[in-house]
């Protein structure tokens, strides 16, 4: 027994001894040089490596130079002139000179030191020291670029590895509040930015960078949280400086979304005041965020504004909603003397959407859509100017529904609850319009060369007060495949359509009150001729077409309509798009379209234009269509488009293509759209549509103009244009005038400068328009936004300018 724990002790001294020896081979690094040369000097225990001279450690670190002097005995390793160190962490040191201190694990980096850590920040210093155990190192005379694309700069600094802090400050720390503020006038003191000039080397950031920096006292930067923390931080514009605090931190360029107080910005009103208002961002978890906005007046009743989002895989929903005390000054009085019509009362709003698909509620896929809105009163928006991600001011109509469209193979089923209201129609017994419930079936198949499609609605309707509509509606729509006469080349379609529709009126303008049943029968024939001419980079294409359609019986006055045609109704089984009442009686819709386009060697279309012109011919008169479509006679109105699209960058592929065409391919160019409405007799436009753009890399122009005349009263204009000069400077003009009755809505100016790192804008603003709560305004604004802040500074020049009425 004696004998088996004395062998027991001699195999545990055995072990211990051998973990002891590991232990300290682990820590200590023995190293192999190799070089051109290699001298070995016995009395000072000194290897001597000259000519690219490497060594190499047990566990795989490397260190390269011009020279290597190893003293294996004491432990440390002197290197000259272009010096790297590479460990097995990912971590890279470049020098001139190396210190390298293998029992203390520490090395001292001298003259032009660049650090690159396993997280691919690099830094450069005029001296470094890092301990390799701690990952820990202190540098003099700092720039950084690190790995989150932004930009550090210190008089010193330390780095922590592990964990992931990156600490700049100054050599003499302020004591006092004194110290405090003085010192931000030093010249050596920190500095951060994520805009750099890469092409200026051997600068300060300031220099490297004329859009914007923080110049600091200390600056933090924690690579786990993506925060940085700046004390006694002065931001600068084009290095004047315009804004101090004491303490200012904000998330890292990488950091999407993160909780914090966002950029506040001012705004003046003429009636209301000056607000300021101060939203905070909340990211409640990776799906949904809430940011909650205070307006404040400091003239009237403040504004809560909220706004909470979620986002899933299958799922979306939000909650827009604000609200105010109301107006704090009833007796408020315009630049007449005139009394503002301002009533008392608290405002608000509240929108709500969800949007959620499901599988095989009903059919495969399931489509839920839950929608309330909701404005206390019709102006509320408008007045206060409140937009946000999901509501605009101008809104003027709401719509609460409730609605599952489920779909299956070639079917479809919808069911919905809707509720409409018109915020501009002050009667309670007109504005809102009710449809509860609405159920929709559709089902499509192919069968005897014939494309069929099945579908079944009902709807309940109550609108204009004691009105009720209910209807409920089968149709069979057949289309066939087409026939293509071989001798002539003419392509026939023939269409069907078998409607049983039964509808429940009481007190319905225009149509018998109780049960009206009845089975309509639409027979058409379409028949085209195309026409082409395609060569290797030109293709033509002329395609007359004619519709001839009967639909036997007669129809309910649909003169209240205020249908106008346009040029794909030509072809249209049911021109007013009227379930319970379709157009009746025979017709031909006749017309023709020509198109060209011009290809690129690469078969890419850089010129394409299409004209198009028809018109209807009834068999007879049909007093009970719209007027205003000319439908009610028997030849309507001549209707047709002409489009045009031209990309230049396109057209040059053989030559040089330059980076301003580069961009012109994919943004630039011009394109036209025309629509129009002559009547028969060509001698006088009824509607003329025209929309208009063109880009190039220095101008972009847009117009839209909309003319109606006779078959309605409305003419109106909107251009923008923008600029883009040199050194990222643009200038944006936008005018919209209502040339009908002769007044300008609304005026906008913008000048900016925009480059990658920052935005600084003016934008001089007047709204022409006005109503019993909205007046005309004047706004001019300055704006100021850091990109990787995302939101702008914007403070508001407005009393710099006149307000006018």
């Known amino acids: 027994m004696k004998n088996k724990i004395i062998t027991f002790v001699i195999i545990f001294k055995i072990i211990f001894l051998f973990s002891i020896i590991a232990k300290s081979q682990e820590l200590t690094s023995i190293y192999e040089i190799t070089a051109k040369k290699v001298f070995y000097l016995e009395n000072e225990n000194l290897i001597i490596a000259e000519g690219d001279a490497q060594a190499t450690d047990q566990f795989g670190k490397k260190i390269y130079a011009d020279k290597i002097n190893y003293n294996k005995k004491k432990g440390l390793i002197f290197t000259e002139f272009n010096s790297k160190y590479i460990d097995n962490k990912g971590n890279v040191i470049l020098a001139e000179n190396f210190y390298y201190d293998l029992n203390l694990k520490k090395i001292e980096a001298k003259k032009n030191v660049v650090y690159t850590d396993a997280n691919k920040n690099i830094f450069e210093f005029s001296n470094f020291e890092y301990f390799e155990n701690s990952e820990k190192g202190t540098g003099e005379n700092m720039f950084a670029h690190l790995a989150s694309n932004t930009y550090l700069e210190g008089e010193i600094a330390n780095i922590n590895n592990l964990t992931g802090i990156i600490l700049v400050k100054n050599s003499a720390e302020p004591k006092n509040i004194f110290d405090k503020l003085f010192s931000i006038f030093k010249k050596k003191n920190n500095h951060y930015t994520n805009c750099i000039n890469t092409s200026l080397t051997n600068k300060n950031i300031n220099e490297r960078c004329p859009d914007w920096s923080v110049t600091t006292t200390k600056s933090k930067h924690d690579q786990k ?24 931190s904000h998330p890292d360029p990488s950091v999407k979304r993160k ?82 019509n301002r009533t008392g009362g608290s405002r608000n709003h509240f929108f709500l959407n969800y949007n959620g698909i499901f599988e095989n509620l009903i059919y495969e896929k399931n489509e839920i859509n839950l929608s309330i809105q909701r404005v206390s009163q019709k102006n509320y928006l408008n007045v206060n100017q409140i937009n946000t991600q999901n509501i605009n001011q101008d809104i003027n109509s709401l719509t609460n529904t409730i609605s599952i469209d489920s779909y ?225 006679e028997k030849n309507s109105n001549f209707v047709g488009n002409f489009s045009f699209y031209f990309n230049k960058a396109l057209e040059l592929e053989n030559e040089k293509i330059t980076e301003q065409y580069k961009q012109m391919k994919k943004t630039g160019g011009f394109n036209l759209n025309y629509s129009f409405n002559i009547n028969n007799d060509f001698n006088k436009l009824l509607k003329n549509q025209i929309s208009m753009a063109y880009s190039n890399r220095e101008n972009s122009l847009k117009l839209d103009y909309y003319e109606l005349n006779e078959i309605g009263n409305e003419q109106n204009i909107e251009v923008s244009y923008s600029h883009n000069f040199d050194n990222n400077l643009n200038l944006y003009l936008k005018t919209r005038k209502n040339l009908e009755l002769n007044y300008t809505e609304s005026n906008s100016i913008e000048f900016n400068y925009e480059s990658d790192c920052i935005k600084i804008g003016a934008t001089l603003s007047k709204v022409f328009y006005e109503s019993e709560d909205v007046q005309k305004d004047n706004n001019l604004m300055l704006t100021i936004m850091l990109k990787p802040f995302g939101q702008p500074f914007s403070p508001d020049l407005t009393k710099y300018i006149e307000n006018k009425k």
Do not use: C
Request: proline share 4%.
């Open 225 to 248: 949280t993506k925060t940085v923390h700046h004390e006694n931080a002065i931001i600068k514009i084009r290095n004047i400086p315009v804004f101090y605090t004491p303490y200012f």
């Open 408 to 632: 299956g193979l070639k079917k479809k089923l919808g069911i919905r609850a809707q509720v409409f209201e018109n915020l501009s129609d002050d009667n309670g017994n007109t504005k809102y319009q009710y449809t509860i419930p609405a159920i929709d079936y559709s089902n499509f198949f192919t069968t005897f060369n014939n494309n069929f499609n099945l579908t079944s609605s009902f709807a309940s309707k109550y609108y204009s007060g004691d009105t009720k509509e209910t209807s409920q509606i089968n149709q069979i729509q057949t289309i066939s495949e087409p026939y293509i006469m071989k001798n002539l080349g003419v392509s026939n379609s023939l269409l069907t359509k078998i409607s049983n529709i039964n509808v429940y009126n009481d007190k319905v303008d225009n149509a018998k009150d109780n049960f009206n049943s009845d089975i309509i029968t639409t027979l058409a024939l379409e028949s085209s001729f195309p026409l082409g001419k395609f060569g290797k980079k030109t293709e033509e294409i002329i395609m007359p077409k004619i519709f001839l359609k009967h639909t036997p019986g007669n129809m309910s006055d649909e003169n209240i309509s205020e249908k106008i045609i346009g040029y794909g109704d030509l072809y249209s089984m049911d021109r007013l798009n009227s379930l319970t009442n379709p157009e009746r009686g025979t017709s031909l819709g006749y017309g023709t379209s020509y198109e060209i386009n011009k290809k690129n060697s690469y078969n890419e279309i850089y010129t394409k234009s299409i004209f198009e012109i028809g018109q209807i011919i009834n068999s007879k008169k049909n007093s009970n269509m719209p007027t205003n479509s000319s439908l009610n």
């Open 259 to 340: 909780s914090g107080i966002l950029t506040p910005s001012t705004k003046t009103f003429h009636y209301l005041g000056q607000t300021i208002k101060s939203p905070y961002f909340w990211a409640i978890d990776e799906n949904s965020d809430l940011t909650i906005t205070p307006i404040l007046y400091l003239e009237e009743n403040s504004i809560l504004l909220t706004e909470y989002r979620k986002q899933d895989i299958n799922s979306n929903f939000y909650i827009d909603t604000s609200f105010s005390k109301g107006y704090k000054n009833l007796d408020k009085k315009d630049d007449d003397g005139n009394s503002l």
